[in-house]
């Protein structure tokens, strides 16, 4: 018996090493080929591609398609999934390999038939953009041709990998309209369900402006509004409150110093992205070099898997940067008569499938129905001129000034752009495309009043060049004069109070570099959050003994988002708590409509606070007369949520920042594979900043990438990356740079000693 146990067991663990084996040689056969000399027809020259130790892609040819073309094979070898999904999502197209789980994603994407719209564009780009999306193409499908073996992600869920096409590239841009102005679409829907509900009252009270503004003119806005009435405020009283889903502050950070604050006589710029998190990341370290209109180029940054060019980076001349500027490109037009609309008949397949459903159109756009009303969509991603490659002629410009005609025309989600010189020239302005209506509206408007304008391109764009303050800082709030927000609008600005410490941070030296710009950019000290501190010191100490050990906390807080302090987690979850509390039967009014408050969150700050400070009865939930024990309740509330949560311990030591916000970076597929799937995952590591400060970090949304760049001094320059730069588990470059990252490490931009090179002739 004990011998037949014993082989039992021999043939068990014989059988989990030889399946290991299997994996492990199949995951293997869908490795690049990193070495070696390839004969391909598609190079006019010579060219390589070579890696160094982080596997920072470095492209060496004698032309740019050539470069083109080899930037998509090396995005093909390392990040063909990634691409996969990015072009399935804005097409609306991921049902077919999801299933149903996929079905609502899809409709609401296939709402903007970006697919469509995507083949109408290709064929009206000027012939060296078609050129170079079509020799893109041909560099990923190289790529896919090489493939020993699917990735391991179309092993798992039998998905079949089809070419790459140059709509596809348009696509991916087009995905990231979804990601940076998504928001601003629900925003104004919100927006026009509370005015038909509560009446403009309750719009202005949400809209006021505050205290934290940080425009580059110091203008301020000075819009306040009165408390509106709140009818029928039993919500509360009904159900547990649950916190409102906070919109983190998407859309980054960047700064810029001028020629006069640095040693060498060069502008200093400043960039992190900050975006949701997830492996592989989003970006890819890449270095371009090829000659061009008798140029020699050396472009170094990073570039968007499934797009060719660098996103963000330098030319050596100028450096640039993005953070997103949230200015109104997005109008709704509530229609009259339905019976007016177009049926469309839609066909998306379901695991092959056919789903079919009917959407609506309008002269407008494409229409949405909200209860029994129906609003037609105008957007700047649905123009003609919402995409295109113009960025890619970054490449050659010498100066601020020559690179000003360049982003007037870029076709991308609008940015507010960010650009630097060797001679230490500074500008700010609005990079990518804004229509030319002239009067953005916030909530949906009816038929006779919809705005023309939206085919025009607007080229008449504010610029900001080298300030009297010799500094210009960005954070997604306004950085427009009150007068130009007038005409362009507010898409979903941030509260400020981050570009507010940023502003300040840069006042507060005369000299910088590249270690002190880091030191900005991971400061994590909570200003915005003192108020909400006080308060609840305030409400707290009228109870000392109970609470001893909260009040302890918040005495040994730190006054920042650090990864010890327990403090800043009960204030932070405090805040979000009250807020929710008072908002409840608001968002339960949108949630009724399918709706959500989530895209109005960050303008509630000002309004929370008139709540607080003039505690009028109607806004508390039915059965309650007192604020301060109404607000000492959401405290407890939130208290035990967290403890619920994260543990329970007399000294709160469970609910330390770090742990309650651990960065957590996942991939998609980590959860869906037994045992080893968590194998797939970056290290998980102790949570340092929060949203409303410079070092922005949630568990899986921050700073996807760290640039700190003098386009003259790049021997200085800093790139970081949370990730790595490979996609494939089994690859050296999977999680390379990652602990760099974790760890506050100055990683270089400029790419190390090559350790793999292909070389490529033409055949």
């Known amino acids: 018996m004990l011998k037949w146990i014993k082989w039992l067991f021999i043939a068990v663990i014989a059988i989990v090493l030889i399946a290991g084996a299997t994996v492990y040689v199949t995951l293997s056969q869908s490795l690049p080929v990193l070495d070696g000399q390839k004969q391909l027809r598609e190079i006019s020259h010579p060219a390589s591609l070579s890696r160094d130790a982080l596997g920072q892609a470095v492209i060496t040819a004698a032309n740019q398609l050539d470069a083109v073309f080899l930037l998509g094979y090396a995005h093909g070898q390392d990040r063909l999934f990634q691409m996969d999904l990015q072009r399935r999502v804005a097409a609306g197209e991921l049902s077919e390999w999801l299933g149903e789980v996929a079905l609502n994603v899809d409709k609401n994407n296939r709402f903007h038939q970006f697919r469509r719209r995507a083949e109408r564009i290709l064929p009206t780009l000027p012939d060296w953009q078609q050129q170079a999306l079509a020799q893109y193409a041909k560099g990923v499908n190289q790529a896919i041709s090489e493939l020993g073996a699917k990735p391991f992600e179309y092993l798992l869920t039998g998905f079949d990998i089809k070419p790459w096409t140059e709509v596809d590239s348009l696509l991916v841009v087009y995905s990231m309209y979804l990601d940076l102005q998504g928001n601003t679409l629900s925003r104004d829907l919100a927006l026009t369900e509370l005015a038909k509900h509560y009446g403009q009252p309750m719009v202005d009270f949400i809209l006021q402006s505050s205290q934290y503004q940080a425009a580059l003119d110091g203008s301020r806005q000075q819009f306040r509004a009165d408390i509106p009435p709140l009818p029928g405020n039993d919500a509360t009283a009904k159900h547990t409150v649950e916190v409102l ?41 890449t270095q371009l070099n090829y000659a061009r209109n008798e140029y020699d180029v050396n472009i170094t940054g990073v570039s968007l898997p499934g797009v060719p060019g660098i996103i963000v980076g330098t030319n050596g001349h100028v450096a640039w940067g ?47 129905q909200i209860g029994d009303r129906y609003y037609a969509l105008q957007w700047v991603a649905h123009q003609p001129y919402s995409v295109n490659l113009n960025l890619m002629l970054m490449d050659t410009q010498l100066s601020v000034l020559d690179a000003i005609p360049v982003v007037r025309k870029l076709g991308i989600p609008v940015q507010n752009f960010v650009m630097g010189d060797t001679r230490g020239n500074i500008a700010w302005m609005p990079g990518g495309a804004v229509p030319g209506r002239q009067e953005p509206k916030d909530i949906a408007v009816p038929e006779s009043q919809a705005a023309g304008g939206w085919d025009i391109d607007e080229m008449d764009l504010p610029v900001v060049m080298n300030p009297d303050t010799k500094r210009i800082w960005t954070g997604n709030s306004r950085v427009m004069s009150t007068e130009d927000a007038t005409r362009f609008g507010d898409g979903g600005y941030a509260l400020g109070a981050r570009a507010q410490q940023i502003r300040d941070r840069l006042f507060d030296y005369q000299q910088f570099d590249e270690g002190r710009f880091y030191q900005i950019q991971l400061d994590n000290e909570a200003r915005f959050l003192q108020p909400w501190h006080a308060l609840l010191r305030q409400l707290l100490n009228r109870n000392s003994g109970y609470f001893a050990n909260d009040i302890a906390a918040l005495e040994n807080w730190g006054n920042c988002a650090c990864a010890d302090s327990v403090g800043y987690t009960l204030v932070k979850h405090f805040r979000q708590q009250v807020i929710s509390a008072a908002f409840n039967s608001v968002s339960d009014t949108l949630t009724a409509k399918d709706l959500s408050l989530r895209p109005l969150s960050r303008y509630l700050e000002p309004a929370i606070w008139q709540l607080i400070r003039k505690q009028p009865p109607g806004w508390l939930p039915e059965g309650q007369s007192d604020w301060q024990a109404f607000m000492l309740a959401q405290y407890e509330e939130a208290k035990a949520s967290l403890e619920k949560q994260y543990g329970k311990s007399e000294d709160l030591s469970t609910l330390r920042w770090g742990k309650v916000n651990t960065l957590a970076i996942t991939h998609p597929f980590a959860n869906q594979i037994p045992l080893v799937g968590k194998y797939l995952n970056m290290p998980e590591v102790e949570g340092f900043g929060d949203t409303y400060m410079p070092s922005v970090q949630q568990r899986a949304f921050g700073a996807s990438e760290r640039l700190f760049v003098r386009p003259g001094k790049l021997e200085s320059a800093v790139l970081t990356l949370p990730g790595g730069q490979s996609g494939h588990p089994l690859s050296p470059f999977y999680r390379a740079g990652f602990m760099d990252y974790a760890e506050q490490r100055l990683t270089p931009l400029l790419p190390g000693d090559a350790i793999h090179t292909l070389s490529f002739t033409p055949q």
């Open 322 to 368: 993005f953070t997103n500027a949230y200015i109104d490109t997005a109008d709704w037009v509530e229609i009259s008569d339905p019976g007016s609309l177009t049926e469309v008949e839609e066909t998306i397949l379901v695991k092959g499938e056919a789903h079919r459903y009917t959407r609506l159109e309008s002269q407008w756009g494409p229409v949405k």
């Open 245 to 285: 889903p906070f919109v983190p502050e998407v859309g980054s950070n960047n700064w810029i110093v001028s020629g006069d604050l640095t040693d060498g006589g060069g502008a200093l710029l400043a960039n992190d992205m900050h975006l949701g998190f997830r492996v592989p990341i989003i970006w890819y370290r």
